[in-house]
T-cell receptor
């Protein structure tokens, strides 16, 4: 089976940095994804990691450690518009679909 | 994203009635997926398709059926709607390298 864990809620201050963690246990591993989902909207793709290390894309970075079954999403210079849910998803080996965690709802306060 | 559309966007139906949700894509993707999203559960796979007339079950397929008669269209049918099927339904296209999601259908069964 697949198990993906991430915190349910987080709060951070505008302009600050926040790290959202994700741990996973899956039958094989083919990549890890982060999606952003604003309330009432569809998830949108943020990042994809398949090798260990840090991937940086503007204010957002994503890190992966396959040996630890661990990833994090780092958001810098937080803006009010970053208030959203952040979904961690894993692609197991041999599967044709993604498995999602329950999501982390981030609230950015002034 | 104009490449994938869902209809209807909102629907209220009565318990015991059949309901069909439609997903239409213009990207010629082989794989299409139906997920439901509920608080505390995240996105869970209902069914997916890997080609015309080729479908398979996901983790929460009971009470749902699907059909794919054309590459562009993937239909999700609730044969006899129940209150436990009140949810937000997302269609997605892609594969184990990531998804693009439709805008979602909010279904309420009363």
């Amino acid at each position: 089976g697949q198990n993906i864990d991430q915190p349910t809620e987080m709060t951070a201050t505008e302009g600050a940095i926040v790290q959202i963690n994700c741990t996973y246990q899956t039958s094989g591993f083919n990549g890890l994804f982060w999606y952003q989902q604003h309330a009432g909207e569809a998830p949108t793709f943020l990042s994809y990691n398949v090798l260990d290390g840090l991937e940086e894309k503007g204010r957002f970075s994503s890190f992966l450690s396959r040996s630890k079954g661990y990833s994090y999403l780092l958001l810098k210079e937080l803006q009010m518009k970053d208030s959203a849910s952040y979904l961690c998803a894993v692609s197991p080996t041999g599967a044709n679909n993604l498995f999602f965690g329950t999501g982390t709802r981030l609230t950015v306060i002034p | 994203d104009a490449g994938i559309t869902q209809s209807p966007r909102h629907k209220v139906t009565e318990t015991g009635t059949p309901v069909t949700l439609r997903c239409h894509q213009t990207e010629n993707h082989r794989y299409m997926y139906w997920y439901r999203q509920d608080p505390g559960h995240g996105l869970r796979l209902i069914h997916y398709s890997y080609g015309v007339k080729d479908t398979d079950k996901g983790e929460v397929s009971d009470g749902y059926s699907v059909s794919r008669s054309k590459t562009e269209d993937f239909l999700l049918t609730l044969e006899s709607a129940t209150s436990s099927q009140t949810s937000v339904y997302f269609c997605a296209i892609g594969g184990n390298y990531g998804y693009t999601f439709g805008s979602g259908t909010r279904l309420t069964v009363v």
